[in-house]
Nanobody
Framework: QVQLVESGGGMVQSGGSLRLSCAASGIIFNDYIMNWYRQAPGKQRELVASIVASGNINYLDSVKGRFTISTDNAKNAIYLQMNSLEPEDTAVYYC????????????WGQGTQVTVSS
């Protein structure tokens, strides 16, 4: 059974920092593209950051220079360090594991709320 469990969300003031964690089980971690998505109220879910085993990393333009995605392969975990948070970053953040060749193997965590006050 595949499980992705996020933690680390919360409420911070503008300019603050948070670190999200996602613990993955039931998958071969390095076979997947690991992603952080977010969804704000009334908006579509958007891809924030992704990382693959080769080390290739991509970020949403609006978070470049502020957010950093990383992995701990020994723990099957990914992280999202979020600095200089802005009210526009307020959303539910989701961890996602997507197999690049088996599209049905696409898994989501339950989400963690991040709220940034001005």
């Amino acid at each position: 059974q595949v499980q992705l469990v996020e933690s680390g969300g919360g409420m911070v003031q503008s300019g603050g920092s948070l670190r999200l964690s996602c613990a993955a089980s039931g998958i071969i971690f390095n076979d997947y593209i690991m992603n952080w998505y977010r969804q704000a109220p009334g908006k579509q879910r958007e891809l924030v950051a992704s990382i693959v085993a080769s080390g290739n990393i991509n970020y949403l333009d609006s978070v470049k220079g502020r957010f950093t995605i990383s992995t701990d392969n020994a723990k099957n975990a990914i992280y999202l360090q979020m600095n200089s948070l802005e009210p526009e970053d307020t959303a539910v953040y989701y961890c996602n594991a997507h197999h690049p060749y088996h599209y049905s193997q696409n898994y989501w965590g339950q989400g963690t709320q991040v709220t940034v006050s001005s």
